[in-house]
């Protein structure tokens, strides 16, 4: 069995007439965090919808868990946060999760558990439209944990929220790993890359670096991500300009 989670290879899509990502390839090894970063529209949102097989493909492939992305046997085992809010806003926390576990066939104890996990159980029987933007997004990622996927794909699980509500959100995310999940998480705050395990900088539906973060700075001889991802941009222009 390989040892990566997400396996995506030669992956072309086109959205609204356009190659959005021209050919993408990229592994993500089980049990750990990975961070996918970079600016608005470098092809984030899109590369996860294909990871978990709603996104039409024109080409190349992508393997979950040794099965091609969105196939049924991985409807459980691949958890999908979308930025759009999933839950219910006049349905309470826990009838929310319930539902989400009725969809899967999982028990209301699966659902429970799921609420344990993001720590709402104190708010379980709260209404949704009553929640703090952190409960809220903690609300929806008990969704997405009910069905104990292996794998967690979260498209800016942690925007809008302030710091502390996201360093709470990213010590869930390191328990999940900790506990053998697979994460895939974007984000374009930069500082959080130093939350994840690998980070993969994507511009313009391209990989510009695939590694870990002491690497990336050791590479392009910076002291943060953000510093990293600009030198990589340079260098990306400047190598375009001389293929020119
Ligand atoms: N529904 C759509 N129809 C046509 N083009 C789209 C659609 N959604 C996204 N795109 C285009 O695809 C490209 C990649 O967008 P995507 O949402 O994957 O980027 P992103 O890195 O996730 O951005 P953000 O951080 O803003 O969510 C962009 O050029 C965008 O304009």
């Given at each position: 069995m390989t040892s990566d989670a997400i396996v995506v290879e030669h992956l072309r899509v086109q959205r609204g007439g356009r190659e959005v990502l021209p050919d993408l390839s990229l592994r993500v090894p089980r049990g750990q965090v990975v961070g996918l970063l970079?600016?608005?529209?470098?092809?984030k949102s899109t590369l996860m919808r294909s990871v978990v097989g709603v996104q039409v493909v024109a080409g190349g492939s992508v393997t979950v868990l040794g099965e091609?992305?969105?196939?049924?046997?991985?409807r459980a085992r691949v958890g999908y946060l979308t930025?759009?809010?999933?839950?219910?806003?006049?349905?309470t926390v826990r009838d929310n999760v319930r539902y989400f576990a009725r969809v899967l066939g999982v028990g209301a104890d699966a659902a429970d558990r799921a609420i344990a996990a993001v720590d709402l159980t104190d708010h379980a029987?709260?209404?949704?439209?009553?929640?703090s933007g952190g409960q809220l997004s903690r609300a929806g990622l008990a969704c997405t944990l009910v069905g104990d996927p292996e794998v967690l794909v979260l498209d800016?699980?942690?925007?809008?929220?302030?710091p502390v509500l996201r360093r709470d959100l990213w010590e869930i995310f390191r328990g999940l790993a900790a506990d053998g999940r697979t994460l895939l998480v974007s984000s374009?705050?930069?500082?959080?890359?130093?939350?994840?395990d690998r980070l993969v900088l994507l511009r313009a539906g391209r990989v510009l670096s695939d590694s870990t973060l002491p690497d990336l700075l050791s590479r392009t001889g910076t002291d943060d991500a953000e510093a990293a991802f600009l030198a990589l941009v340079d260098e990306d222009a400047a190598h375009d300009g001389g293929a020119a």
């Open positions: 970079g600016p608005s529209g470098g092809g091609p992305a969105g196939s049924p046997a991985l930025q759009a809010a999933s839950v219910y806003a006049d349905l029987g709260a209404r949704v439209e009553n929640l800016e699980p942690t925007v809008g929220l302030d374009h705050v930069m500082d959080e890359a130093v939350r994840c």
